[in-house]
């Protein structure tokens, strides 16, 4: 079940290129109906807001086994403590989606992420290994659905516990 939820949520332009339009082709998708029957539908406009991204029997399936993994997945616990800006990191429960010994490798990952709207950050452990959080909670429950929408892009996310 892992495996379906990695190649699903792993799905994009580079699995994909026929999805995405070249430059200067016909603004227009072709899009295969349950009879095979091709249509054109017109692709929207780059700045065009969508309210409400509809729900699909294969959507709410993926969803539905990225939470489930998420629940069930093992929580890494460590005895090492970690500071963020020289400041020692408070929160227990972490979603863990970068390690590295360089930090500059953990910065530009932490950028990435800051320039999608997360709140993340890098912290680095006695050892001098970086890890870049991208998400933080006080309790498990928070942690386990945090996971879940983290898997959605990096499909490697995991959880650590510090120890107190």
């Known amino acids: 079940m892992l495996g379906v939820a990695t190649m699903l949520v792993a799905c994009s332009q580079k699995y994909y290129p026929e999805m995405y339009q070249k430059a200067g082709e016909e603004a227009s998708v072709m899009v295969k ?7 054109h539908a017109p692709v929207l406009p780059a700045d065009t807001v969508l309210v409400e991204e509809p729900k699909t029997p294969i959507k709410d399936t993926v969803e539905q086994v990225v939470d489930s993994v998420a629940a069930n997945a093992t929580i890494r616990e460590t005895t090492d403590t970690y500071t ?3 400041v020692a990191v408070q929160q227990q429960y972490h979603v863990v989606v970068g390690s590295f010994q360089s930090e500059v490798n953990s910065q530009n ?4 992420l800051k320039n999608q709207g997360f709140e993340s950050k890098v912290a680095v ?5 970086y890890r870049v959080f991208m998400y933080s909670a006080d309790t498990e429950v928070e ?11 990096y499909a490697d996310a995991w959880m650590l516990k510090i120890a107190r």
């Open 33 to 39: 109906t349950e009879k095979d029957t091709v249509l």
């Open 84 to 86: 963020s800006g020289g």
């Open 109 to 112: 990952l932490y950028l990435t």
């Open 125 to 129: 452990n006695q050892n001098g290994l």
């Open 143 to 153: 942690i386990r659905k945090a996971l879940a929408k983290a898997r959605v892009t």
